[in-house]
């Protein structure tokens, strides 16, 4: 019998021990809890006005760049002027004392090292994009984005007293904003700025700043009406074993063209800078050969961006055999020589158009082949598989999901350590789970 009472007290002694405990980490969280939601006010606040802000700059920007070709469209001599626009752009940044800019490097290096993004690189980076597509030079839009959002955010968090790694959170918050606004994808750029600073790693301290601004800054570009990339597949194939087998060599190609595409910009800038160290006469030279190439190709397909021919994949089937090495040839003399604009539009012209021509020549769903084939070269050249995965999402639809999948993973695999900016870092391996800490080629 006592020892009957004694093992029920000991039951009775556990029970209350374990409520004491239950007790003490309801207490430790909620205790807590206070201090995180007060955090999370503080970022939905700040995410709100970097959204507001970046996301107005961003459509005011889309508007500049849209009107810009069109005036080009219409008066195609334009592309003549190339070498009197680089001279204007160089002076430009001449006259900011911003000489060596870094562009989205700088960007990066920021978030990597605490360097301070200066307020100034907005309005070049504005004002230079939207003349080197006014006069035909062939660059994206989205590397005035990043820049723009990047400045934005990294003055703003200045302004407000923040520390430097509250300020590389407002630089991604402003990144995740204006590529938000201009392309339509809030799910992509939300992560993007995450994931392309450091590859292996995700901030993910910046989720909730990204997430929110990505999100507002879409719903800005909305208001004003500015219409979301998107792209109608009309036929996706059953994934079968063998569907399967011609993507991923659509894939395996798309590693080789993405690698080759770095190669060639950074190649491109090396012989700017070795034959016309002047930057004055470098960017006339670039100017005067590009218009040259224009001339010879008879058409200005390759000048801009090159939205119309990737829509042209997508509706007609057609492309020609060597349109994506004519957007690299024409990318790399633009960029190299120092006009300004972005890379990333080019790679969905180069990767989309590729994946075009492998569609016809295989005779299996060019429109297919063409999504496969963009998500595949944006993955090479960022070194970013989930932003490569949730663009295809949101531009092409979820029903092309395995192939989208299949695609992006080898194109990650394959493309090796090449990337467009140099900033970039590859913190852990493609192939071992290891740490290398390096940066791309």
Excluded at 21 to 35: A, D, N, P, Q, W
Excluded at 75 to 81: G, S
Aim: hydrophobic share 50%; charged share 15%.
């Amino acid at each position: 019998m006592l020892f009957c009472l004694t093992d029920d007290k000991i039951k009775t002694n556990k029970k209350n021990g374990s409520f004491d405990m239950i007790l003490k980490e309801l207490e430790h969280y909620v205790r807590h809890f206070g201090k995180r939601f007060l955090i999370f006010l503080r970022w939905l606040l700040f995410s709100i006005l970097s959204g507001i802000l970046v996301g107005t700059v961003g459509a005011v920007f889309h508007y500049c760049i849209f009107y810009a070709t069109k005036t080009r469209e219409t008066y195609p001599w334009l592309v003549l002027l190339l070498p009197a626009a680089g001279l204007l752009i160089v002076g430009s940044y001449h006259m900011m004392h911003d000489e060596k800019d870094a562009g989205t490097n700088l960007v990066l290096s920021a978030i990597h090292s605490g360097k301070h993004i200066p307020l100034r690189m907005a309005p070049l980076i504005f004002i230079s994009t939207v003349m080197t597509h006014l006069f035909g030079g062939s660059a994206g839009r989205e590397g005035a984005a990043l820049q723009l959002g990047g400045s934005i955010g990294n003055s703003l968090g200045r302004l407000l007293k923040f520390d430097e790694k509250d300020q590389h959170i407002m630089i991604m918050c402003g990144m995740s904003a204006a590529f938000s606004a201009l392309f339509g994808t809030p799910l992509a750029a939300a992560v993007f700025s995450m994931e392309v600073v450091s590859v292996g790693i995700m901030h993910y301290a910046a989720l909730v700043p990204c997430v929110v601004s990505s999100l507002l800054a879409q719903g800005i570009a909305e208001y004003w009406r500015i219409e979301p990339e998107q792209f109608l597949l009309h036929s996706i194939p059953e994934f079968t074993l063998s569907s399967g087998i011609t993507i991923a060599v659509l894939a395996v190609l798309c590693a080789i063209v993405s690698a080759l595409f770095c190669i060639a910009l950074h190649m491109g800038e090396a012989l700017y800078k070795k034959y016309f160290s002047n930057p004055y006469l470098r960017i006339c030279a670039g100017g005067a050969l590009l218009a040259l190439l224009t001339l010879l190709v008879g058409n200005q397909d390759y000048n801009g961006a090159g939205m119309p021919i990737i829509a042209r994949c997508f509706e007609e089937h057609h492309v020609l055999p060597y349109a994506f090495a004519l957007k690299i040839l024409f990318t790399a003399v633009t960029l190299g020589a120092g006009f300004k604009g972005g890379e990333i539009v080019p790679s969905f012209f180069i990767g989309g158009t590729f994946g075009c021509l492998f569609g016809n020549l295989v005779g299996f769903a060019p429109d297919l082949c063409t999504a496969a084939g963009m998500g595949a070269v944006f993955c090479g050249v960022t070194n970013c598989p989930i932003t490569s995965l949730f663009i295809c999402f949101e531009l092409f639809g979820f029903q092309g999901m395995p192939y989208f999948l299949l695609s992006v993973a080898l194109g990650y695999m394959l493309s090796g350590y090449y990337g467009l900016y140099h900033s970039q870092k590859i913190v852990y391996s493609k192939y071992k789970t290891e740490y290398i800490n390096r940066k791309t080629r």
